[in-house]
């Protein structure tokens, strides 16, 4: 999008025609309303930008099949110029022939025709340039089948029939045709094109110069003019010369030198080098001395509309505040900001600490960052901020990828999601010329399946239901299933591509790019024909986590029979996408592509302690009712409260052998950029100190999960001569509780470690003989607790988790993992 500058935003309405209600597709679903084709088709019109175009912004849909659609707009027209009575030069009307032209042109690059072309359509910005408004909604209406009214001007059109261009001309215009008497018994169609065939384009330019009241300014124009006038009522479409040829006439050579051709800037994920002149002054506070400088007006337009609906502008409000729905009215009421300051608009990515002056409002920007995510995504100043900051870090993308990261843990913009998104995942490359050499038209076998699901797939949302999401959607997924061989389309591929589609509609390459980052890192080895030990491995993992954070719902869940396996498999094959609406997916997305592969798990129990009260009430049956239509989740609680959990998780915890492999040596997937949350285990180095793969069997055997040595020795430290990690409450966030007999014991241990043997609480047949909880253990409730042993006892732990200890796992591989560290404490000799 280019900066707003001197335009204005501008709106014009019309009503799609309406469909019968009682009639269905062949699929047998009910028909498409033809407003959601037009805002299907809308979206593309976005993305083609041009000096001599009136850029397109957005399209809202209405009651009643209305449409109303914001572009780029400006006050003054062609229109206006011949009303005022003004006399153009011949270089003035070359200069605008030329630039009208290099609209048409760059559109019919598009596979677009203009249709609308009219002397109230050709726009003129303050410097007299040319600007092409309406130029999309001939595309936008399929060539005007979605509408009830004709989209054209009969007179300036060029396909209309030749009788129309008769019926437009009055009677006297006709009696100057020559061979009058000739043509008075021929059909009036046959009259202009006989006239048109003996080549009489002179009559033809002096009839309708004298129509429009401009005959002098005709006999003052040049015979190249003229000629090109000629060329341009060629009857015939076939030799009628295009837009592109019609600026390679040499009338136009003295012009053209003038106007550098335009570039499309370069995309952010292609092959060429992007580069930005960011030369700053060298008293910084310069920038921003002039107090009445419009910072504003350099964003870019959709930017600035982003903000106006953040500022509470209604586009149907406006118009009716008009007391008519006009063609073009401008949408006056933008807010100022006049509040921010200039060096708002110039954000320091180095310092810390700007030299520039503060802002009045700064602490209340502050104080916003504290509010809800809901609120900071309504805040125009807030917002504001935020898009300028996320603008500058994009473009400097990849190099600045850390700062990406830094300021995604505080909040996403709304307006730059799909870019930041495809950054937290590292995405990088030509992605279009990748995503072009993917075969996506020969027929599959999974294509019927893919065409089941679609309309299916989040058909609330007007983007994704329009016939160009479904086009959309089928080729991403197409071309996901196509270039992923080894895999195969489960039911639920369509609600992961969803996200991803919906903030990439106009680019079909980063949605397919992003969908194929996301799944290896979050849903590894997922797709396989045979995913049964994937799954199955994946809900015991989660089943522990149940476990280790509420002892007490998981051991009503399991007495009731509620498993993971009745529920939890949407949830993680679609990555909650299934079971949440867009929106909320945005926030949860979020916060979870911040994290590592086993964060799920983490959202998953704390939307289980959500519904905790209502689950702890119930049996199965009303379990399964209640997870039948899900009630309403809070997704910012939910967010919070999974990132406390995970937290609270060793990286172990929730290691998987299914998971995804480690990567090359130096990258994690994450760079250097610090998140909340630990690296994924999975990408960590293999050491003797790692956790083994466990047999699945025996993985379910266990109520809780195990954790590696060196998950031990780093939560308590034991290779750092400082004071052993803690909580906010001064206390340590771990304690080792070492169940072998005093004797193995004394031999060697954890240092701050503490014994129960095994056999004070167990008997030899593993019948309990004396709660273990009734002790010391009770005083470190709350923590995470380690239990070490050898041989391998899950039953100490188990019988933990079933009088609701949270927060117990057990050390894989016992004590002799740890004796060849050197790291066991022996106690000194009583003297």
């Known amino acids: 999008m280019r900066p707003l500058k001197d335009a204005q935003l501008g709106a014009f309405t019309f009503f799609a025609s309406a469909l019968p209600h009682d009639v269905c597709g062949s699929n047998g679903l009910p028909l498409t309303p033809n407003s959601i084709k037009i805002l299907g088709r809308f979206q593309i019109l976005k993305t083609i930008t041009h000096p001599r175009l009136c850029q397109y912004v957005d399209i809202s849909r209405g009651k009643h099949e209305r449409l109303i659609v914001v572009a780029e707009h400006f006050e003054s027209s062609l229109s206006d110029f011949q009303k005022q009575g003004k006399t153009a030069s011949p270089e003035t009307v070359l200069q605008i022939a030329y630039e009208v032209l290099e ?18 359509n050709v726009l003129m910005d303050c410097k007299g340039n040319v600007k092409l408004a309406k130029f999309g909604l001939y595309h936008m209406t399929d060539h005007g089948a979605d509408v009830d009214f004709p989209i054209g001007y009969v007179f300036f059109s060029s396909f209309i029939t030749e ?28 009259r202009l094109k006989f006239i048109l065939t003996l080549g009489c384009m002179d009559d033809i330019v002096t009839v309708l110069a004298e129509e429009h009241g401009c005959l002098d300014t005709i006999k003052e124009l040049p015979e190249n003019v003229l000629e090109l006038l000629r060329k341009c009522l060629t009857f015939l479409p076939s030799k009628r010369p295009t837009p592109a040829q019609l600026l390679g006439d040499p009338v136009f050579s003295g012009i053209s030198c003038f106007y550098t051709p335009f570039q499309k800037p370069v995309s952010l994920f292609s092959s060429s080098l992007r580069c930005a002149h960011l030369e700053l002054p060298e008293d910084i506070s310069d920038l921003c001395k002039d107090d009445d400088e419009d910072y504003l007006s350099e964003r870019a337009i959709d930017e600035v509309y982003h903000l106006w609906c953040l500022a509470g502008g209604d586009l149907e409000k406006e118009l009716t505040n008009k007391e008519i729905i006009q063609s073009k009215p401008p949408i006056c009421t933008l807010p100022k900001l006049k509040d921010v300051a200039g060096e708002a608009y ?92 993917i075969d996506k038209d020969t027929p599959i076998p999974t294509d019927r399946q893919i065409e089941v699901d679609i309309p299916r797939c989040h058909q609330y949302d007007e983007l994704l239901s329009s016939p160009q999401g479904h086009i959309k959607f089928r080729r991403v997924l197409k071309a996901w299933v196509v270039s992923h061989p080894d895999l195969v389309y489960w039911q639920g591929l369509d609600s992961l591509c969803a996200p991803f589609l919906y903030l990439n509609f106009n680019n079909e390459a980063l949605a397919y790019a992003c969908m194929s980052a996301f799944i290896p890192k979050y849903l590894y080895n997922f797709f396989l024909k045979d995913n049964s030990h994937v799954i199955q491995e994946y809900l015991t993992v989660f089943s522990q986590m149940i476990a280790f954070h509420d002892p007490e719902l998981s051991n009503h869940l399991n007495e009731i029979g509620f498993i993971p396996d009745l529920y939890a498999i949407p949830w993680f094959l679609t990555m909650f996408t299934h079971v949440f609406p867009l929106h909320k997916i945005f926030h949860l997305w979020d916060t979870l592509l911040l994290g590592n592969s086993s964060f799920p798990f983490c959202i998953g129990v704390a939307i289980l302690q959500q519904l905790r009260d209502r689950l702890l009430a119930n049996g199965f049956n009303e379990c399964i009712l209640l997870f039948s239509d899900l009630p309403e989740i809070d997704i910012e609680r939910c967010v919070r409260e999974s990132i406390n959990l995970f937290c609270w998780t060793p990286k172990s915890a929730t290691y998987r052998q299914h998971a995804q492999p480690p990567k090359a040596a130096g990258d994690n997937g994450f760079g250097k950029a610090a998140t909340y949350y630990s690296s994924d285990y999975q990408d960590m180095a293999k050491t003797d100190l790692s956790r083994e793969p466990l047999a699945l069997c025996d993985l379910k055997a266990e109520v809780s999960p195990r954790i590696s040595a060196e998950d031990l020795i780093d939560l308590c430290e034991l290779s750092l001569a400082g004071p052993t990690k803690r909580t906010k409450a001064g206390r340590p966030k771990i304690i080792a509780v070492d169940i072998r007999s005093v004797e193995d014991f004394s031999r060697g241990h954890i240092s701050g470690s503490i014994n129960i043997p095994f056999s004070t609480a167990f008997s030899p047949d593993g019948e309990l003989v004396q709660c273990p909880t009734s002790g010391i253990l009770q005083n470190y409730r709350g923590r995470v607790i380690v239990i070490i042993s050898h041989p391998m006892k899950s039953a100490f732990a188990a019988h933990l988790v079933k009088v609701n200890f949270p927060r117990v796992c057990i050390l894989d591989g016992g004590i002799n993992r740890l004796k060849p560290t050197g790291l066991l404490t022996v106690p000194s000799p009583q003297i």
């Open 346 to 437: 110039y954000p320091l990515l180095e310092d810390e600490q700007s030299s520039l002056p503060q802002s009045n409002s700064s602490n209340e920007l502050s104080a916003t960052v504290t509010l809800p995510l809901i609120i900071r995504e309504r805040d125009t100043e807030y917002q504001l901020i935020r898009i300028i900051l996320f603008d500058r870090l994009l473009k400097a993308y990849p190099y600045k990828k850390n700062l990406v990261w830094k300021e995604a843990r505080v909040d996403i913009p709304p307006l730059v999601r799909g870019l930041a998104w495809a950054a937290l995942l590292g995405i990088e490359g030509d992605i279009q010329a990748k995503y072009e050499s």
């Open 163 to 190: 009788k129309e261009i008769i019926f437009t001309m009055n009677s006297n215009a006709v009696n100057q045709l020559q061979g009058r008497r000739l043509l008075q018994n021929i059909h009036i169609s046959e």
């Open 103 to 120: 609209g048409l042109e760059f559109m019919n690059k598009h596979g677009m025709v203009h249709r609308a072309l009219s002397a109230h």
